[in-house]
T-cell receptor, first 112, second 119 residues
Framework: KQEVTQIPAALSVPEGENLVLNCSFT??????LQWFRQDPGKGLTSLLL?????REQTSGRLNASLDKSSGRSTLYIAASQPGDSATYLC???????????FGAGTTVTVRA | ETGVTQTPRHLVMGMTNKKSLKCEQH?????MYWYKQSAKKPLELMFV???????ENNSVPSRFSPECPNSSHLFLHLHTLQPEDSALYLC??????????????????FGPGTRLTVL
């Protein structure tokens, strides 16, 4: 069974600092990996999706890398802003069962 | 309305009550999902419907009863719940869902969730 772990569980940084969020997964048989953002009491918004054949994806200040063989992904958020405060979830789509497995998330607070 | 909507947004119920959660998607998708998100835990898939047929029941207790009358609507009927069922219940939709012999990698779009508290 795929297990997805996100470290740290919570992170607090001053505005302007770069954020580094980590995600690891136990089964490297994945089709893709996705990073989501969740605001308190709200649903999930997809940020970036990396196919298993890709090494990274970028969107604005966000950059996500994927190392499938070692079962790791990192989400970088450059020059953080208070509006970046949210919980960030990592999810992998298994290539055997095509099921989406989620991590518990990293809750980020950016202090003004 | 666009995207995936869920009602009610908040629900407080006693253990003997019966209530229903509603999800509606306006994306023309054929697959709909129910997820449970408990505090500090990963999202847990509960049910999957593909073209109105249930294709996944992830060992969910019978006190949760899903209903999918058409591809745009999904309900979760609740009865005799326990306090540990308190959680955020999220609905999602995608173009299609994986079924035996028909794998799908379509992106899932999530609703805002219903915050359920069982007293």
């Amino acid at each position: 069974k795929q297990e997805v772990t996100q470290i740290p569980a919570a992170l607090s940084v001053p505005e302007g600092e770069n954020l580094v969020l980590n995600c690891s997964f136990t089964d490297s048989a994945i089709y893709n990996l996705q990073w989501f953002r969740q605001d308190p009491g709200k649903g999930l918004t997809s940020l970036l999706l990396i196919q298993s054949s890709q090494r990274e994806q970028t969107s604005g200040r966000l950059n996500a890398s994927l190392d499938k063989s070692s079962g790791r992904s990192t989400l970088y958020i450059a020059a953080s802003q208070p509006g970046d405060s949210a919980t960030y979830l990592c999810a992998v789509l298994g290539s055997n069962d095509y099921k989406l497995s989620f991590g518990a998330g990293t809750t980020v607070t950016v202090r003004a | 309305e666009t995207g995936v909507t869920q009602t009610p947004r908040h629900l407080v119920m006693g253990m003997t009550n019966k209530k229903s959660l509603k999800c509606e998607q306006h994306l023309g998708h054929n697959a709909m999902y129910w997820y449970k998100q408990s505090a500090k835990k990963p999202l847990e898939l509960m049910f999957v419907y593909n073209f109105k047929e249930q294709t996944e029941n992830n060992s969910v207790p019978s006190r949760f009863s899903p209903e999918c009358p058409n591809s745009s609507h999904l309900f979760l009927h609740l009865h005799t719940l326990q306090p540990e069922d308190s959680a955020l219940y999220l609905c999602a939709s995608s173009q299609e869902a994986p079924t035996a012999g028909a794998y799908s990698t379509d992106t899932q779009y999530f609703g805002p969730g219903t915050r359920l508290t069982v007293l």
